[in-house]
Structures are given as C-alpha cells and as structure tokens.
C-alpha cells in the first residue's frame, strides 16, 4: 500500500518570501501521479499543482512549483512570492493509474504579513 | 455546473442515530468519492464508484457505514447507529476518471458531523 508524508504540521512565512514544502511517499509503482492540494480555512479542497512520475521535468504553476525526485521517492513544493491568500493546508497526495488516491497528513501553512 | 455540492453542510447528532449525507458530484464526472476527514489531518479514503457500481470500500468503513450511488448520478453516505468516533468532516469528490490520465479531483465543501 502506499504511503504519503509529510513531516512539517506547520510553517510560517512572511509575505512576498519563499517557502518550501516537504513530501515523501512510499511505493512499489513505477507509474503514478503526484498531487499538491490546498484546502483553505473553512473552504473546499482545490488543486495546487501535480506530477506525473515519467515525466523528468518539475512541473510550474505561476509561483508553485515542485521539486520531483523518483528515486528518492519526494515530493516538495515551493510557493514564491508568497501571498496572504495562501494561507491554507496544503495536503501532498499520490495517485496510482487506478485512480486511488492517497493524502498525506497536510502541513499548514501561515502567510504573515 | 457549480460543482460538487454536499447536502447538509453540518449535521449534530445524538449518538445512536442514523445520518445520511448527499453529494451530487460534477454532471460528466463518472468517478465519485468518499473521504472522512477529522481535524488537523488529511482526507482518509471511503469508498468510491465508477458510475453506479461500488469498486472499493476501505477497511475503515464498518458495517455501520452503506453508500450508494443509483443511476450514476448522486450518492448518499449512511452511517447507522452513530458513535462520537464518527464525528468528522465527511469530504466528496468527483473525477471525470480517465484511465491513465490524471484525474484531478474535485471537492465539495464537505459535510460536517458531531455526534453528541
């Protein structure tokens, strides 16, 4: 079964800095996809960014990106710029070709003004 | 389409009662799942459904727990005989599901219950 970590519960950072969340996961798949999503406070779920795992080049989304490293088996993302607004839990989530999905325990993550 | 909504949005309980949540997931989204969710941690999977059929129920869902989804369309989450431990944020998702694709997930607000 698959496992996904993320071992910061919490983070801080001030406005307009950059900040970098961890991930690690557990598998035994050589294809799969890797998610980041946030969930802001009293607020559905909502897709940061994701990864396909044969893909070599870390994927970007304006000021989130990912740092993918397969055989090391992790998943980090950073947020430049950081804004008010993303202030939230960001969850990592894995997801095999079957569509399962797994979450880790979420970190959150305050933006200070 | 406004997206996935949940139906109540809080529901408090006395302990011993039944509850029963809805989802109506995204109109062509044929994937839709179950997640429980308590404070502080992330999504634990349910169950979920490839249009009307149930593929996988996790270990986690007691025999106190019974989902459905007739017709393919919406899905009700029943919990029987409610315990304090069920208290939790119970999140549905939808997944247009295409195979070897990446299927973002789509949330719904959740639907929040305490059990008394």
């Known amino acids: 079964a698959q496992t996904v970590t993320q071992s910061q519960p919490e983070m801080s950072v001030q406005e307009a800095e950059t900040v970098t969340l961890s991930c690690t996961y557990d598998?035994?798949?050589?294809?799969?996809?890797l998610f980041w999503y946030k969930q802001p406070p009293s607020r559905q779920m909502i897709l940061v960014i994701r990864?396909?795992?044969?893909?070599?080049q870390n994927a970007t989304e304006n000021r989130f990106s990912v740092n993918f490293q397969k055989a090391a088996k992790s998943f980090s993302l950073k947020i430049s710029d950081s804004q008010l607004g993303d202030t939230a839990m960001y969850f990592c989530?894995?997801?095999?070709?079957?569509?399962?999905?797994?979450f880790g325990p979420g970190t959150r993550l305050s933006v200070l003004p | 389409d406004t997206g996935v909504s949940q139906d109540p949005r809080h529901k408090i309980t006395k302990r011993g009662q039944n509850v029963t949540f809805r989802c109506d997931p995204i109109?062509?989204?044929?994937?839709l799942y179950w997640y429980r969710q308590t404070l502080g941690q992330g999504p634990e999977f349910l169950t979920y459904?490839?249009?009307?059929?149930?593929?996988?129920k996790s270990r986690l869902l007691s025999d106190r727990f019974s989902a459905e989804r007739p017709k393919g369309s919406f899905s009700t989450l029943e919990i029987q005989r409610t315990e304090q431990g069920d208290s939790a944020m119970y999140l549905c998702?939808?997944?247009?599901?295409?195979?070897?694709?990446?299927?973002?997930?789509?949330f719904g607000e959740g639907s929040r219950l305490t059990v008394l």
């Open positions: 998702a939808s997944s247009p599901g295409l195979a070897g694709a990446a299927g973002e997930l789509f």
């Open positions: 598998t035994s798949e050589n294809n799969y996809y």
């Open positions: 990864q396909e795992a044969y893909k070599q």
């Open positions: 989530a894995f997801m095999d070709y079957g569509q399962n999905f797994v």
């Open positions: 109109s062509e989204h044929n994937r």
């Open positions: 459904f490839q249009n009307e059929a149930q593929l996988e």
